[in-house]
């Protein structure tokens, strides 16, 4: 158990220098040296949880990809009769929320990709099944739907996340809500 919480801070306090390091620096810039000595992690111990720096910031998108779909899943955003967008831009906010200086240093940055790609997949595929419950489109029709809105959602999100359209999160959800209300008519 005591290994168990040692790995945890050791992981922690390596995560929460990396943040720190996003605050003053572009990512490719950050060195496993520079990492470890700001977290006071000694290198080979890095080297026993992680292969590359690369690798802290996989684990945090993939943290909070598994919290986004936990919480799609309680809030029912992707029902057979319906997709609630507003819900869905509501619960990409609050996940941001939980260190939203962060998350808009990584989409300036470009370290975004990664995530937003496994956001946008998780919408698209979220779209297809609504509109594949709705028996009226084929396959490739689902496939051009699903991409269709699920990249026109994400370019708006990142947007927004960039500082670039200036309002708050829930008027982003109400917005979007209402702009993607459309989608179940076709």
């Not at 390091?21 to 000694?42: C, H, P, Q």
């Not at 802290?56 to 029912?76: K, P, T």
């Not at 919408?123 to 490739?140: A, C, K």
Request: glycine content about 6%; some cysteine.
């Amino acid at each position: 158990m005591a290994a168990d919480r040692r790995v945890t801070r050791t992981k922690a306090a390596l995560t929460a220098a990396l943040f720190e390091l996003l605050g003053e620096k572009d990512f490719s810039k950050i060195s496993v040296t520079e990492l470890t000595r700001r977290a006071d992690v000694d290198r080979k111990t890095f080297y026993l949880h992680y292969q590359t720096v690369d690798e802290i910031l996989e684990e945090f998108y993939e943290d909070s990809l598994r919290a986004l779909r936990e919480s799609i899943d309680r809030e029912g955003i992707f029902r057979t009769e319906s997709v609630d967008m507003t819900a869905f831009f509501r619960v990409l906010c609050e996940l941001a929320n939980r260190d939203m200086p962060l998350f808009r240093r990584l989409a300036r940055g470009g370290g975004y990709t990664y995530y937003m790609e496994r956001v946008r997949t998780l919408l698209r595929d979220g779209i297809e099944n609504f509109y594949r419950g709705q028996g009226v489109h084929s396959e490739p029709e689902l496939r051009l739907l699903g991409e269709f809105y699920a990249a026109a959602i994400m370019r708006v999100y990142l947007i927004w996340l960039k500082g670039e359209a200036d309002m708050d999160e829930a008027r982003l959800a109400e917005l979007m809500g209402k702009a993607a209300g459309g989608a179940a008519s076709l």
